[in-house]
């Protein structure tokens, strides 16, 4: 039976990421016949569906997600002995991809390894929590920072800083003013919640549920822009970690207490690709800038 080649999972993998032919063909470096070649006898190989053609644009069949998450290990893997074979000294060329949910609670850690590892390339990508770490399952991402009440077994983690839950809202506001909110000040009051891939909000609701808080969502968002925006303009009150949306002339910052609820955040690779050179590196770092990743809180 013949087996699955080196090319036909770059193929998949492209054309799974691009979602073109075209594009798939463009990123390999190859012709778009040749792309439609691996890609059908790849097919020919499965006993499952994996793509979805729609015109001339493509998606993964849910049948094939894990399939697909495989394989981009799979290629990790291999590009990382390809670079013990060239360059066993050095990070000189390379990529690595970043998640992250709170820019601000990352960003000493990213720029001190853009410092010290000047020649790779590094992408990012922001969003809430469970939607970056299900990323990285998938292989989209190399490494990501999430919020997690405790660490999750199906990765290799390293908690990076314990962050307490605020509460943000426009200036003035007279709830604000005490300084500090309990979880009962929150009943029935209009809130502005990320959408339920977040960690802090399902933190949130589950304390908000044991003591029977009824939280009123007027608003879901998906970017922190937007929280900002709409917690700066009165429609609700938002949440955060600590240091992640620091006051400002549009809006105040209350640490929430009784209980005070607190949440991890977490650096997270799958464990197959945690001694990869360029993802040590990012840990490695991570470990040496942690402290920087702190809160802007009062004590309460």
């Known amino acids: 039976m013949p087996s699955v080649t080196l090319a036909q999972m770059k ?12 594009r ?19 097919e020919e190989l499965c006993r499952t569906r994996v793509f ?17 998450a495989k394989i981009r290990v799979t290629l990790k893997c291999l590009s990382e002995v390809d670079r013990a074979i060239t360059d066993t000294t050095s990070l000189n060329a390379g990529t690595i991809s970043i998640g992250f949910s709170a820019h601000r609670l990352i960003m000493p850690v990213l720029t001190a390894f853009v410092r010290e590892y000047p020649s790779l390339r590094l992408t990012t990508r922001g969003g809430p929590s469970l939607d970056l ?32 839950v605020a509460i943000y809202g426009r200036k003035g506001d007279p709830m604000l003013a005490k300084g500090r909110l309990t979880l009962g000040d929150l009943d029935g009051r209009d809130m502005v919640l990320w959408n339920k891939s977040s960690g802090t909000r399902t933190l949130l609701e589950d304390a908000a549920n044991k003591q029977g808080v009824r939280l009123k969502p007027v608003l879901e968002v998906a970017t ?13 009150l938002a949440i955060s970690i600590e240091g992640e949306v620091p006051p400002d002339d549009h809006i105040e910052v209350v640490p929430l207490v009784e209980p005070e609820l607190a949440i991890g955040h977490y650096l997270v690779t799958l464990p197959e690709c945690r001694d990869h050179a360029a993802i040590q590196a990012f840990f490695d770092v991570a470990k040496e800038h942690a402290r920087e990743v702190d809160g802007g809180l009062p004590p309460t």
């Open 224 to 236: 922190l822009d937007v929280a900002y925006a709409a917690a700066a303009a009165g429609i609700g």
């Open 52 to 68: 979805i053609r729609d015109g001339h644009n493509v998606s993964v069949a849910p049948s094939a997600v894990d399939l697909i």
């Open 11 to 22: 193929a998949v993998e492209a054309l799974a990421r691009t979602g073109k032919f075209s």
């Open 24 to 42: 798939a063909a463009e990123d390999l470096g190859i012709s778009q016949p040749s792309v439609s070649t691996q890609i059908q006898s790849f």
């Open 133 to 164: 770490a299900e990323a990285v399952l998938r292989g989209e991402l190399d490494v990501a920072a999430i919020s997690q009440v405790a660490p999750d077994s199906r990765f290799s983690s390293l908690k990076l800083h314990e962050s307490r």
